[in-house]
């Protein structure tokens, strides 16, 4: 019995015993016969996952029956892509018969809305739902579950017939991935707040990968890839970048960096329609941002930085202060809906930008050890 498997690159930890999930199979089977001792059920399985549970089920049944299967698809890697495809139909002789699914694994409900439109096409005489894993806490409760083998936590499982990738359905154990903690921050503050001070701090500290949009953009156009260019022709006719361009800029960059335990966004999202796009990007990866952080100082003690380093940069608008100011109003109407939308979800945080850098450090680490 392996104590953690590895699929892909990816190290799963064993989660159930076979001994414990066989006995939560008898146990739906007891159930099921307790109600239909006197009838002649027709079980659906649902491909691929439930094939074993579906075998040993019927090991465990002790009534005359049918048996019959559907094939969908939901999942891609770790997380279900929302589109639940039918990919074997289900067969016309289950009219006027009473049908029990018999499901691998219940999560979001969306198979299950999948298959009930299926039957209802079919004259059935009842039909009802039973499942091996059922992971309640995420279950949008929009059907009855009628049977089910044990309730699971929100953790992603393979073997016994689940997969990673089509690997791993044949482990007679349940494993569950073993993720790293992972942080993903979305870091804010004027020009001269020292974002980039402290993103270097954060890179440091926890391992993270700093994503500077601005420096995305530079590298894709200088290095002429497909959305560099793709990007220049928009920039080229004065116009906005639209924001899949830029979100596919970062997917890219997130990819290159899947192991990382984490990313620092910086210089996105600008919009509340930009953050939203994020979330579903990194929620399509099984990822969230988990803090966003906003460094506040005074405008006047930014000022006075942007212009010292302008010195030094000579960028020409960090030595004039009505293009500085005119920066400073142009961040707060951009950021003032961003922080209602992460403060909606429970996520936004303020320190205070002033002080000597090692206060500063002290300060985000604080927010950061705390998530």
């Known amino acids: 019995m392996e104590r953690s498997v590895s699929l892909l690159g990816r190290r799963f930890e064993r989660f159930l015993p076979e001994a414990e999930i066989l006995q939560a199979v008898q146990n739906i089977a007891d159930q099921i016969a307790r109600d239909y001792k006197d009838e002649?059920?027709?079980?659906?399985?649902?491909?691929?996952?439930?094939?074993?549970?579906?075998?040993?089920?019927?090991?465990?049944?002790?009534?005359?029956?049918?048996?019959?299967?559907?094939?969908?698809?939901?999942?891609?890697?770790?997380?279900?892509?929302?589109?639940?495809?039918?990919?074997?139909?289900?067969?016309?002789?289950?009219?006027?018969?009473?049908?029990?699914?018999l499901e691998d694994i219940v999560?979001?409900?969306?198979?299950?809305?999948?298959?009930?439109?299926?039957?209802?096409?079919?004259?059935?005489?009842?039909?009802?739902i039973a499942t091996l894993f059922y992971k309640s806490e995420v279950y949008n409760g929009e059907y009855q579950i009628?049977?089910?083998?044990?309730?699971?936590?929100?953790?992603?499982?393979?073997?016994?017939?689940?997969?990673?990738?089509?690997?791993?359905?044949?482990?007679?154990?349940?494993y569950h991935i073993n993720k790293p903690l992972m942080i993903n921050l979305v870091l804010f503050g004027k020009p001269g707040a020292g974002k980039g001070t402290q993103a270097a701090f954060l890179k440091e500290k926890y391992g993270l990968i700093h994503i500077s949009t601005g420096d995305v953009f530079r590298?894709?156009?200088?290095?002429?890839?497909p959305l560099g260019k793709l990007a220049k022709s928009y920039i080229d006719k004065g116009d906005l970048v639209p924001?899949?361009?830029?979100?596919?800029?970062?997917?890219?960059?997130?990819?290159?960096?899947?192991?990382?335990?984490?990313?620092?966004?910086?210089?996105?999202?600008?919009?509340?329609?930009?953050a939203d796009a994020l979330d579903q990007f990194l929620s399509s990866r099984d990822m969230q941002i988990d803090a966003t952080i906003a460094l506040e100082a005074d405008d006047e003690i930014l000022i006075q930085r942007l212009?010292?380093?302008?010195?030094?940069?000579?960028?020409?608008?960090?030595?004039?202060?009505?293009?500085?100011r005119n920066r400073f109003e142009e961040y707060n109407q951009k950021t003032a809906p961003l922080k209602s939308?992460?403060?909606?979800?429970?996520?936004?945080?303020?320190?205070?930008?002033?002080?000597?850098?090692?206060?500063?450090?002290?300060r985000l680490g604080r927010v950061i050890d705390g998530l």
């Open 307 to 324: 212009l010292e380093r302008g010195k030094v940069s000579g960028r020409s608008d960090d030595q004039d202060e009505s293009k500085i």
């Open 341 to 362: 939308f992460y403060q909606d979800q429970g996520k936004f945080h303020s320190i205070n930008g002033v002080g000597e850098i090692h206060e500063i450090i002290d």
């Open 146 to 174: 009628d049977y089910f083998g044990m309730e699971i936590p929100d953790t992603f499982i393979v073997g016994y017939g689940l997969d990673y990738k089509e690997h791993g359905r044949n482990l007679r154990d349940v």
């Open 40 to 101: 002649v059920p027709v079980f659906v399985g649902v491909l691929n996952g439930a094939f074993m549970f579906v075998s040993d089920f019927l090991k465990c049944y002790p009534y005359p029956c049918e048996v019959t299967f559907v094939k969908l698809g939901s999942y891609k890697g770790l997380t279900s892509t929302g589109i639940v495809e039918t990919l074997l139909d289900l067969p016309d002789h289950v009219d006027g018969k009473h049908v029990i699914i």
């Open 107 to 128: 999560d979001t409900g969306r198979t299950l809305q999948e298959l009930v439109h299926m039957f209802s096409n079919k004259n059935v005489k009842d039909f009802r």
């Open 243 to 274: 924001d899949e361009v830029t979100i596919k800029m970062l997917q890219d960059e997130v990819e290159k960096a899947s192991d990382a335990p984490g990313f620092i966004f910086d210089g996105f999202p600008r919009t509340t329609a930009q």
């Open 219 to 225: 590298y894709n156009i200088k290095n002429d890839t």
